[in-house]
């Protein structure tokens, strides 16, 4: 069984502007898979926080019932249909709005746990990391662009091309860590090849694994938690128990 627990807090840098939290984070447990979504709005649109609310709700829909309906026997294929799905989903929203789909602009990660695989679908600086034992990998970073905090955005020209898809094994797997990119500098040892940094995720393990664990509490924690960045922080963590 996996429990979950996550949070989407609003950034130093957004609260001391009046800014109101631009990620997002969502997930749910159905028929023996869990789902989790997990975005990042661009802070230079003036969309972007209901860009990511709506991302990531229908990501867990849209996954939820394709599973539902046909199974996950092969979960890349999937999920890059799920992602192409969102992106409709956004765009339809700007449509209504009429509004620029750029000015929904956000970032995706959305995972699925079957009980034979863990697939993880990422557009563009989100942080996905396996936990294995207490040994730690971080799956499909985005490549370093020419440009500091320069990302691939849902509704960008390229997104589908340049989503980055995962599959392992379920097997010996006992932690799913999804994040926006507002933490890594507290989750990531070294942020050149986003080694995940130990430490944090051992203690995050055994935190979540704790009766005492909750959603409110990881929220204190974040918004009590010094990111050095000052962007909004999204961190959502499934543990087996």
Partial sequence: MWKVIGSSVTGTSHLAAGRDCEDASAWCARDG??????????????????????????????????????????????????????????????????????????????????????????????????????????????PHGEYVNETTFLTGPGPLAEARIAVRPAAGVDGVYLATDGLRFKILADLAVSTPFTPFFDDLTAYARSPAASDDALTRFLAGLDDQSGDDKTLVAAVRG
């Fill in 33 to 142: 898979h869990v789902f989790i979504a997990v975005a990042d709005g661009a802070g230079s649109r003036p969309m972007s926080r209901h860009g990511a609310a709506l991302a990531v709700r229908e990501a867990i829909r849209l996954t939820a019932e394709a599973v539902g309906d046909r199974g996950a026997d092969d979960p890349a294929a999937l999920l890059a249909l799920v992602v192409g799905q969102v992106r409709e989903q956004v765009t339809a929203l700007a449509s209504t709005e009429g509004q620029d789909p750029g000015d929904y602009a956000s970032t995706l990660a959305v995972a699925v746990l079957a009980p034979e695989s863990i697939a993880i679908a990422q557009v563009g600086d989100t942080i996905a990391v396996l936990g294995r034992a207490g040994h730690y990998e971080t799956l499909t970073p985005e």
